[in-house]
């Protein structure tokens, strides 16, 4: 099977969004440190477009949760890939993701994440897609876009690992 991209979002559109959704995070953290945790792999283009453009302080850790595998459907199972390295205590996180789709990866993570005392946890996403949502729970505080339930790659999206370096967010066609 092969398949094809549509251009969804184009890189223009994507990066202007960026630096809006990085500015309304400046603002609302004024005076704080953001540590900024980044889930891998799918999450670490748009971090770093997005903190690059943050005006407050910013640290920066990783933590790799994987549900898919190489499959385009979620397994609904969570497995901790790769843990943070530094703890979480009186720290104001701030999670950033390339997308959220049924919930179930973040719905896990943010209750590990919580249960380790930080002074806040907020989320930050690319993409959204509401309607896929399976858990409850997951209360997304800053979002990009919200997209219609088709399967994106781009930005750091893949699909079977491919395409996560294109500076665009595209719909794949399988023909
Ligand atoms: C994808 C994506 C999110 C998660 C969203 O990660 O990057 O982390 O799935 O799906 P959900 O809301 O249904 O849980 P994936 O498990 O494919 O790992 P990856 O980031 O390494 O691609
Ligand atoms: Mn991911
Ligand atoms: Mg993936």
Redesign the pocket.
Known sequence: MSEKIRVLLDEETVEKRICEVAAQISEAYKGKEIHMIC?????VFFMCELAKRITVPVTLDFMS????GDDTK?SGVVKIVKDLDQPLEDKEVLVV??????????SYLLDVLKRRNPNSVKLCTLLDKPDRRVVEGVDVDYCCFNIPDEFVVGYG??YAQKYRNLPYIGVVEFE
Do not use: M
């Open positions: 889930v891998l792999k799918g999450g949760v994987s549900s898919y979620s993701e390339d997308i959220i789709d049924s919930g179930r990866t973040l999206l893949d």
